[in-house]
């Protein structure tokens, strides 16, 4: 019996524990390598090759291919975003779908360039985002933009509405003030007149009766529909050509939720931008997105337009969360939840991430049976595969069907 609960503490003592010793290791690692990515950033500033760069499609606004950023903790690599791969193309809304730490947010954090650094750090990859009047160039690869570039580009090209606007606006600020400091830090040439004009023509297009006098109120003033429009007009007031939308309707009343989601579509229509939605809640995206983006451990494991991953999702992952949606009229006794929990981020397994929730297992799965062998391909993390012209998933059930488009590519740390 004694044996036993010393075998228990030590198969626990494996997974979870680490010594002082070792996280000491880890963090001169991360130490000397972090200090060496921000002198590579810190020497982009010279050379504009180093960033600049070529769409693979000119009908993309940006374009994400085998995007790495990883987070550098005293307990190892955190894998946020691990390889992924998709488009937003121009004029369109795209909705980023997944459950909680998936990498939504690292995505979008990501193609601002606002990790927290230099602890976070966008690895590998690029990131193109289409400028289109630079000459020979017509885009920026936003791994390696400058911060001094970034800022020209944040806010006049491409903006960000931010989940929680209480703690995004300045709550010493008055609203008029903050909207202001957008418009005049991208457009130095308009007067304070004009400036004000531009702000108080925002508030009103984002539905604020009283422009006057929420101008010169403070956020603490307003409630949180009201401070949620504040954040859109600041994000809109530039006619940025791509507005990332991360979770903009949390937190808010189902009516105040409506309304803002109509919002960003027709202003969306009014100035031919892109939405880059990230959300949970699958009716908004039912209801806004002309493409999905299903994320899971920080991987892109479906993608396709909305009608697609609704009528006909692929993967298990995309199947269980359909099944979880709650339906009107539609009487259960429990919500369907799916089972077991994600992979440990630190620790990541070297097969489908999904493989130890998954109810749909096939042979090529497993590379342990009937004396498959990787090196046939069997056991490994399941490619991206082609099943029509927009439709792909990372599905090892599809294998034969569909079209083989390659395996994501993670970074090797040791090698950086």
Known sequence: MAENENVKKTSKKDSSYISGKESKKISKF?????????????????????????MRDKNNIVEFDNVCSYFFTDIGTVKAVDGISFDVPKCSTVGIVGESGCGKSVTSLSLMQLLQRPQGQTVGGEIRFNVGDQGAYDAYNIVKTPTEMMQKIRGKRMSMIFQEPMTSLNPVFRIGDQ????????????????????????????????????????????????RQRIMIAIALACSPELIIADEPTTALDVTIQAQILDLLKELKDKINSSIMLITHDLGVVANMADYVVVMYAGRVIEKGTAKEIFSNPCHPYTIGLMKSKPVVGKKVEALYNIPGSVPNPVNMPDYCYFRDRCESCVERCYDHKEGKSRAEGYGQYPPEIKISDTHVVSCYRYYEEGQVLGYPHPVNVEEL
């Not at 130490?31 to 760069?53: C, G, H, M, N």
């Not at 457009?187 to 531009?198: H, W």
């Open 179 to 226: 909207v202001d400091e957008v418009i005049s830090l991208h457009n130095p040439d308009m007067s304070k007149e004009d400036i004000k004009a531009r702000t108080l023509q925002m508030l009103e297009l984002v539905g604020i009766a009283n422009k006057e006098g929420v101008y010169s109120m403070y956020p603490h003033e307003l409630s949180g529909g009201m």
């Open 30 to 54: 991360n130490r000397k390598l972090t200090k060496k990515l921000e002198k590579q950033r810190a020497d982009s500033k010279v050379d504009p090759s180093v960033y600049r760069t070529n």
